[in-house]
Structure formats: C-alpha cells, structure tokens
C-alpha cells in the first residue's frame, strides 16, 4: 500500500511557474515504485503529463507540456516534483501523481498501469 499526498497547485497567470510536490509514504522503499503526473481538466479524460523510473535515468513527456514541465524524484526524501514553466490555459486541471511497482527502470507512460494515486491538486492557468 501506497498513500500519495500532493501539494504545490494553485492559480497562476499564464507564463508563469508551479512547482508540484507529492510525497509518498510505502511500506515498500520508494525507489521500489515508478512515478507520474497525470492531470485530468472537466470534461476531458485523463491525460498522462510526465512520468519518471525508479531510478530517475528513465522519464517520459507528454508531447503538450515537452519543454516545459520538468519530473524529478528525491529517494532519500520520497518525493517526487514536477516543475512546470511557462504555464498555459490549456494546462489547467487536477494533477494527480500516481505510482506503480517498478518492474524495470523505465517510467511508465500508461495511465491505467498506475496502482496507487493520491488525491490530486488543482492547477488553474488564466489567460
């Protein structure tokens, strides 16, 4: 069992920066899980932005956010970040981060291989 917590979201005018926390507390070491951001805006599915291996060396961009957003993981701390720049209206949703057992070192770009997820943080961009 996995409990995630996020932290980091807000309001924010579009260019501007977020910097998304999530912590995840395991019975299991963390660097025995990979690691994702997935977000999800109304109306619309969810939509995996970034993912990151246990190790760090592997990560994963969604085509939409390649460039500007940023996945980094701490194992000492059991946090995993994503930096988001120059942020855009269309950015605006609810982030989860997301975690599954990590059966090899390369992130995991299927939303639907996730196991554990936290509660999710609103991010909203105006234009």
């Known amino acids: 069992q996995v409990q995630l917590v996020e932290s980091g979201g807000g309001a924010v005018q579009g260019g501007g920066s977020l910097r998304l926390s999530c912590v995840a507390s395991?019975?299991?070491?963390?660097?025995?899980?990979?690691m994702g951001w997935i977000r999800q805006a109304p109306g619309k599915e969810r939509e995996i932005v970034s993912a990151?291996?246990?190790?760090?060396?592997?990560?994963f961009y969604a085509d939409s956010v390649k460039g500007r957003f940023i996945i980094s993981r701490d194992n000492a701390k059991n946090t995993v970040y994503l930096q988001m720049n120059s942020l855009k209206s269309e950015d605006t949703a609810v982030y989860y981060c997301?975690?599954?057992?990590?059966?090899?070192?390369?992130?995991?770009?299927?939303?639907?291989?996730?196991?554990?997820w936290g509660q999710g943080t609103q991010v909203t961009v105006s234009s």
């Open positions: 997301a975690a599954t057992w990590a059966h090899s070192d390369y992130a995991e770009s299927h939303p639907s291989l996730y196991s554990y």
């Open positions: 395991a019975r299991s070491s963390f660097d025995a899980y990979a």
């Open positions: 990151i291996s246990w190790s760090g060396r592997d990560t």
